[in-house]
């Protein structure tokens, strides 16, 4: 039977761990980075008896993950952000896969996001079904500073139960995590020698709503769709401003 480290990287997220965690009592051991909390999501943590520790440098979220990782003692990982959360059917699932070695392959996960309090099921977010279980042996995440992945020869495969996903508590806290990553991809862009003026912004901003709106049918997901779609415009809209502000 396999051994399994659950690992992720954490900031603030007292509030998602106290959800995150119960789900993960299955797994041999928890690891979780601290990349500069400052509310008790460390005392949290090592409450339920994971194993913790502080990042000391920020270089983006995919070394940040390979830093998680190193510091598991077990070769296969599972690797969530504090703000998702394993459905009782893919534990169950993932539980029989241990007991085969995970028939030696590395797994995705499907993943179905709230947005408003509402499951989303179009916008986009339907096909979203990340790899999220693997032996660190045969892969590890890449570089990315964001919209890191994980990188394996392994085969590849996808578990049937549902990863939930509650990625934003508030409309705040959409915004906020708009700009950042929007910041560090504009910054990501400018160094690849990209630019961008205001009319590009704009047309970036609009043909992310209809592509998430009519092409990728967010329309029906009524309310809670339309702002998804409008405000995940914006993010894009943002970027590219940022981009046009920094070559100023």
Request: aromatic residues 12%.
């Amino acid at each position: 039977m396999a051994k399994v480290s659950a690992v992720m990287i954490v900031k603030n997220e007292s509030a998602n761990l106290k959800r995150c965690l119960p789900a993960l009592s299955w797994t041999d051991e928890i690891v979780v980075l601290d990349t500069g909390s400052e509310d008790d999501t460390i005392d949290l943590a090592q409450s339920f008896g994971c194993k913790t520790a502080k990042l000391d440098v920020w270089e983006g979220f995919g070394k940040a993950k390979q830093k998680a990782v190193s510091l598991a003692e077990n070769d296969w990982i599972l690797s969530l952000d504090a703000d998702e959360l394993l459905s009782e059917d893919l534990q169950e699932e993932l539980k029989a896969l241990r007991e085969q070695d995970f028939l030696n392959c590395a797994w995705r996960l499907k993943r179905k996001s709230f947005y408003e309090g509402k499951l989303i099921h179009f916008c986009g977010w339907q096909n979203d079904c990340p790899l999220r279980v693997f032996n660190r042996l045969k892969g590890n995440f890449n570089d990315l500073p964001v919209h890191e992945g994980v990188k394996t020869e392994m085969e590849k495969r996808c578990c049937k139960g549902i990863l939930y996903h509650f990625p934003y508590a508030d409309k705040d806290a959409h915004f906020k995590k708009m700009r950042f990553y929007g910041e560090i991809r504009a910054k990501e862009l400018k160094s690849k020698g990209k630019k961008s003026n205001p009319f590009i912004a704009a047309l970036r901003g609009i043909l992310k709503f209809l592509k998430m709106y009519i092409l990728q049918l967010g329309f029906l997901d009524g309310k809670a769709g339309f702002l998804l779609c409008t405000r995940s415009a914006w993010g894009i809209w943002y970027k590219y401003h940022y981009l046009w502000k920094l070559s100023q």
